[in-house]
Structures are given as structure tokens and as C-alpha cells.
């Protein structure tokens, strides 16, 4: 991958050919300087992280371990619970990393990666959630014409979410290639973001910023303004429902969706206001985390604690494991059965 020149900050058009630079790294600050607080960091993010992978892992077990699960509400969730692990994956372990290490370090090439996955798994959650929205639209609205209309032929809308996530992950990152960054590289974040690595740039970013924003009201917009329209006409319909159990019992079936679909977009309009009200960047950098680690973490806690088919599938699951713990143990006791397998 081809290194952007680094220029003196100022002197972007006075460089002379053949006195150019290339940098090959930049410097994530994270949250802190101090070193007494990078174990309390470590922790922290480990376990939030850790929670993140397992949590997300369960509701990923569940829908695949119960034939009942098997219907596009769940292999919505899955894909949900999938691309959550990957998004979290993206940024904190190189930020683990790097207070293990003692490091701040980050290559231009792994900059330029962790940008475009991060873009790309991004904009897949919103999209997923979108999905959702109008599934429970169907199942609350044309519960009769649900089996009809969220057909497997619809399901494969994932894919294309998928590759309209690439090609704007495409789109941004190969407009960051051409610009030329001046000698301060410093990121005031605990990850490359696409934004602070437009505002170190020393060339004209003019068409990244077009780009980067004519994208995110695309990509971002379109599926919010989907998941306002489902909701509204949820609403609409709840509303006209006469009884209070039936009413009560519809809108449960909506609810953690709901709660997840808040809690990402009021994090990510956080994370939006509080860079625009402040100039700190690490204040920024704070309230991204609820966008990036946070909302991941809590979304399958949101779904199973709600969800009386996940728990169900959960504890069929678990009985079954322990059904077959006493036989394996049993069947070690044998070695000549163990013999005659080899």
C-alpha cells in the first residue's frame, strides 16, 4: 500500500521533488497520559470486551442450536450479533494492545484497515437494524402475509446490505490515500477514525469531507428514516387495537428492538453533539465509546433478557449439555471402546 507524503505543517506546497517523506505510523493517545490509570483502562475495556464476545456468542448459539429460532427474526439477530462481535473486534484489542505494550504506535497500513472495517460494520449494524424494523412492521401490522412477505428470497436483503457496506467502506478509504499529512500525526482517539485522520491531513480534504458526509446521510439516513416510517406505522396500528392485552402483547414483541435501535442512535447522535459543542478531542473520544464498546456489549443482554425464546432456547441447551457430560464421561471409562474407534 502506497504511504502518503508528510509535509512540514504550513509548508504542504513548498516541498521541493525529491525531498519528500513518507510516514509509515501514527500515534493513537487514547484516553490518558497518565501511567497509574492504563491498568484501570486495561481492565475495563478487557472486560467489556470480553462480555461483547460471549454475550454476542450465546444469542449466536441459540438461534443455531433451536430448529424454533430458525425464522428471519433471528437470523436477523444473528447477523446483528455477528457483525457486533466483528465491530468491537475492530478497535479494542489494538487498543489492548497498545497499553500492554507500552505503545501508541499504530502502522498506516493497520491505520487504513481499521478504518475500512470499522466503516464497513458500522454501517452494516445500521443497516441490520433497519431489517429488523420492517419485520416487526410485517409481523405487527400483516401478521397473516408475515410467512409471504419476509420469504427467504427478502432474507438475502443481508447480502446486499453487506455489499453496499464494502463499497462505501471502499469509497471513503481510497479517498484517505490520496491526502498528504503534515508532520503532526497524533490521533486523539483510541482508534483510527475516519474523521480525525481528514482533520491531520496537510493537503486539500475538500472531496473527503463531501464524501464523508454525502455517505454518512446516505448510508446512515436512508435506513433511519426506514426505521422511523416502520415505527410510525407500528404505532398507527397499535394504537388501533382495542384491547389493552393484545396492545401490550404486540408491542413486546417490538420492544427490545426498540430499546437497541434507541440506545445506537441516541449514543451516536452523543458522540455527534458532544465533538461539535467541545473542542476536546479525548471528550470525544470518551463519548464514543458508548457508540462503539457500550452498545455492542448491552445489545444481547437487551434481546435475551426480553426474549422468552432465546432464554427457552438457552435453557434446552444447556440441559441438553449437561445430558451429555454424564455419557462422555461414561464412555472415557471404556478403554477398549475408545481402542476400537482408533
Request: net charge positive; proline share 4%; hydrophobic share 45%.
Amino acid at each position: 500500500m502506497m504511504s502518503p507524503l508528510v509535509f512540514p505543517r504550513g509548508q504542504c506546497n513548498l516541498m521541493e521533488p525529491g525531498n519528500d517523506t513518507r510516514i509509515s505510523e501514527f500515534l493513537l493517545l487514547g484516553f490518558s497520559d497518565g501511567p497509574e490509570l492504563q491498568p484501570l483502562v486495561f481492565g475495563l475495556f478487557l472486560s467489556m470486551y470480553l462480555i461483547t464476545v460471549f454475550g454476542n456468542l450465546i444469542v449466536l448459539l441459540a438461534g443455531s442450536s433451536d430448529s424454533r429460532l430458525h425464522t428471519p427474526m433471528y437470523f436477523f439477530l444473528a447477523n446483528l450479533s455477528f457483525v457486533d462481535i466483528c465491530f468491537t473486534s475492530t478497535t479494542v484489542p489494538k487498543m489492548l494492545w497498545n497499553i500492554q505494550t507500552q505503545s501508541k504506535v499504530i502502522t498506516y497500513e493497520d491505520c487504513i484497515t481499521q478504518v475500512n472495517f470499522f466503516i464497513i460494520f458500522s454501517g452494516l449494524d445500521i443497516c441490520l437494524l433497519a431489517i429488523m424494523a420492517y419485520d416487526r412492521f410485517v409481523a405487527i401490522c400483516h401478521p397473516l402475509q408475515y410467512t409471504v412477505i419476509m420469504n427467504p428470497r427478502l432474507c438475502r436483503q443481508v447480502l446486499v446490505s453487506w455489499i453496499t457496506s464494502v463499497l462505501h467502506s471502499l469509497l471513503q478509504t481510497s479517498t484517505v490515500l490520496w491526502l498528504s499529512f503534515c508532520t503532526v500525526v497524533e490521533i486523539p482517539h483510541f482508534f483510527c477514525e475516519l474523521n480525525q485522520m481528514i482533520q491531520l491531513a496537510c493537503s486539500d480534504t475538500f472531496l473527503n469531507n463531501v464524501v464523508m458526509y454525502f455517505a454518512a446521510i446516505l448510508v446512515g439516513g436512508g435506513p433511519f428514516v426506514g426505521i422511523l416510517y416502520s415505527y410510525s406505522k407500528i404505532v398507527s396500528s397499535i394504537r388501533g387495537i382495542s384491547s389493552a392485552q393484545r396492545k401490550y402483547k404486540a408491542f413486546s414483541t417490538c420492544a427490545s428492538h426498540l430499546s437497541v435501535v434507541s440506545l445506537v442512535f441516541c449514543t451516536s447522535l452523543g458522540v455527534y453533539l458532544s465533538s461539535a459543542a467541545t473542542q476536546s478531542s479525548h471528550s470525544s473520544a470518551t463519548a464514543s465509546v458508548m457508540y462503539t464498546v457500550v452498545t455492542p456489549m448491552l445489545n444481547p443482554f437487551i434481546y435475551s433478557l426480553r426474549n422468552k425464546d432465546i432464554k427457552g432456547a438457552l435453557k434446552r441447551f444447556s440441559a441438553m449439555a449437561v445430558r451429555k457430560g454424564p455419557i462422555v464421561l461414561q464412555l472415557k471409562n471404556f478403554p477398549g471402546l475408545q481402542a476400537s474407534k482408533s
